[in-house]
């Protein structure tokens, strides 16, 4: 595993600290699991590449065949990405030396993700915003939350439920639906972020009727309501994913590092999402580098005392609610 956490930094960004502090029994299988499903990320964005040669290789990975993925090497910009797609066969032998229980849980997951990775290619017929779709329905996108995100949080807790023995009583229907939410919440961040580049894309997981109006970001008062109503469904999913947090032992206080971390900074980011228009693509909207240290600093020295990790994250969560906007936050 060692071999390849170069190649995890290279292609996981921030989400690398929470996989790097995860206690040892973990990071394995949670390395291995995030590679492969970023590969099919990769490759589902690859537009260089047809659609339909896209969609074969995901469907290969679904089915456990990681060897088409080399082909499309060569076509990735990122130096990364391209080395993940070339070394995908040696995580791919990392999964097959783990145990049974492991490989079920890492395959589940990816059937899922891939699923989802699938679903947006086919629902999006375009690659700009001249041939730009929406989703249909709330309920369209809460599925894709699930599929791309959601589904995480029920493997994160199975395989802590089976290598952690501190947590052998603590994976019920409870904290399953918990990681669920925890995990919808974070992509749900991730998509009201990205609007305008989704847009120019040819996507637009806003469920509206005229996603072309959109790209005129003086128009924002047009979703403004449907806007603020995913953000406040955003936090709340957040702050159940706390729940989840703090249902963790202060034992485990690097498990709980590893999820404090997305959801201090998910929340960081909801809160610059109440600011602006974010339908301007000329705004970059990202947590200061300042302010993620200081996150990171702040929770290592308050991991293992619920009282004072609630009341910091208490303080994080107020600015994203909608009554920060209220008070200028």
């Given amino acids: 595993m060692e071999a390849l956490y170069p190649l995890l930094k290279g292609v996981s960004r ?9 206690p040892a029994e973990l990071r394995p299988q949670m390395s291995t699991a995030y590679l492969l499903a970023r590969a099919g990320d990769t490759v589902a964005d690859t537009k ?6 896209r969609l074969d290789v995901l469907r290969k990975m679904r089915e456990g065949d990681f060897w088409p993925v080399h082909g499309l ?50 629902r999006f017929p375009g690659e700009d915003e001249g041939s730009l779709t929406a989703l249909s329905e709330e309920a ?36 399953l639906g918990l990681g669920v939410r925890f995990g919808k919440g974070l992509q749900l961040v991730n998509v009201l972020r990205d609007v305008p580049r989704d847009l120019r894309n040819g996507r637009c997981y806003l469920p509206v009727a005229e996603p072309g109006v959109l790209l005129d970001p003086s128009r924002f008062d047009v979703i403004r ?44 980011t909801a809160a610059l999402l109440r600011q602006g228009n974010p339908l301007d693509p000329s705004r970059v909207i990202m947590v200061p580098q300042w302010k993620t240290n200081w996150l990171l600093a702040r929770s290592f020295m308050l991991c293992r005392s619920d009282r004072l990790l609630d009341a910091s994250f208490q303080r994080i969560a107020d600015r994203a609610r909608r009554s920060g906007r209220e008070r200028g936050a």
């Fill in 14 to 22: 921030s989400f690398y600290l929470s996989l790097r502090i995860l």
């Fill in 48 to 53: 260089v590449v047809p659609r339909e040669k």
């Fill in 73 to 122: 090497a060569q076509n990735q910009a990122l130096p990364a990405e391209r080395e993940l797609l070339r070394r995908l066969d040696e995580v791919a032998v990392l999964k097959a030396s783990f145990p049974a229980a492991d490989r079920n849980l890492i395959d589940k997951l990816l059937d899922i993700i891939i699923t989802g990775q699938i679903f947006d290619i086919e």
């Fill in 140 to 175: 369209e996108l809460d599925r894709y939350t699930y599929l791309v995100a959601g589904c995480v949080g029920e493997f994160w807790t199975k395989m802590c439920g089976l290598h952690l023995s501190a947590l052998k009583t603590w994976v019920t229907d409870e904290t």
């Fill in 225 to 268: 309501p449907l806007y603020s109503r995913l953000l406040d469904s955003a936090v709340e999913r957040l702050e159940a994913g706390w729940r989840y947090t703090l249902s963790i032992p202060p034992s485990l206080w690097n498990l709980r590092l590893s999820c404090t971390w997305p959801i201090w900074i998910g929340l960081e």
